[in-house]
């Protein structure tokens, strides 16, 4: 991203946080950035083009830091407590900016926004599900989405307090204190004879594919190129190259996608794929 491409982003955050969407103009915005109105129409084509770039600019903050999380090698349980804790931290930082969006409605009003708040809280979702798996493996697969929704659900209510009420939280103590709820819920659930209520056939809130692009697919293998080697990029370079077919072979995709077995890193990708696609 170029520097004032991004200056215009931040400042656009800033005064559609002060002020609200509709009531900054694209001049508020060029004033605060100290450029003219024909610099910022090079990188944004209106004020709801670039309300959908702080979207992305917003998410790909918390993603980064994700990111940067994930790579420390923790174990499964450590992973999903600074993951939670990270979320909370980077979330209190622009509850202003989130505040602005549920004071306006910015999200139905825009069609590309609300479509990418979809795909943000799909990969919510299958983060939350996926640590789940790796902390507590095949005992708790029946439950794997009640337990994601439970968390989840959890984790909203916090952040309503930390949004709204600016409640001043311990973040590490409260992601703890989440999973140790969750362990308790687990243990009670595999004693218990109750049968699931949510099932993956029957859910399409936590599925990527309702909110994901092929461009989407095609940027995130891009980002974990840079960052593998040897036969797993050999490997994303195929999947690249299938993904821009006009008609993809999913016998192709599939046996690529079994490749990720060798890193667990790649496990979000393979899971957005393998929605996008249908494969099983």
């Not at 916090?158 to 001043?168: G, N, P, R, V």
Request: hydrophobic share 40%; glycine share 4%.
């Amino acid at each position: 991203m170029k520097e004032k491409e991004k200056r215009i982003i931040e400042a656009a955050m800033s005064l559609f946080a002060k002020k609200g969407v509709t009531s900054t103009s694209i001049q508020d915005i060029v004033n605060e950035c100290g450029i003219s109105k024909g610099a910022f129409y090079l990188y944004f084509k209106s004020k709801d083009a670039l309300l959908l770039e702080t979207f992305k600019y917003h998410f790909e903050l918390i993603h980064s830091k994700m990111q940067s999380v994930r790579e420390e090698n923790l174990e499964p349980r450590a992973l999903l407590i600074k993951q939670l804790s990270c979320q909370f931290s980077e979330i209190n930082k622009h509850k202003d900016f989130i505040i602005m969006q549920m004071r306006e409605n910015a999200v139905p009003n825009n069609p590309s926004v609300a479509a990418f708040i979809q795909k943000m809280n799909a990969e919510a979702s299958l983060l939350v599900k996926n640590g789940l798996a790796s902390i507590y493996g095949d005992s708790i697969n029946p439950f794997i989405w009640d337990m994601t929704a439970i968390l989840q659900g959890m984790i909203h209510s916090y952040l309503k307090y930390i949004i709204f009420d600016k409640a001043e939280l311990d973040f590490e103590a409260l992601s703890v204190f989440l999973v140790n709820r969750i362990d308790d819920m687990v243990s009670g659930l595999i004693r218990s004879d109750e049968k699931p209520i949510l099932s993956g056939d029957e859910l399409t809130l936590f599925s990527p594919c309702s909110g994901i692009s092929k461009d989407d697919l095609l940027q995130a293998i891009s980002h974990y190129k840079l960052k593998v080697s040897g036969d797993l990029l050999v490997t994303l370079e195929v999947l690249e190259a299938e993904i821009q077919e006009p008609e993809p072979r999913t016998a192709v995709i599939q046996g690529m996608l079994a490749n990720f077995s060798q890193d667990s890193a790649l496990s979000d990708l393979k899971e957005s794929i393998s929605y996008y696609f249908q494969i099983k």
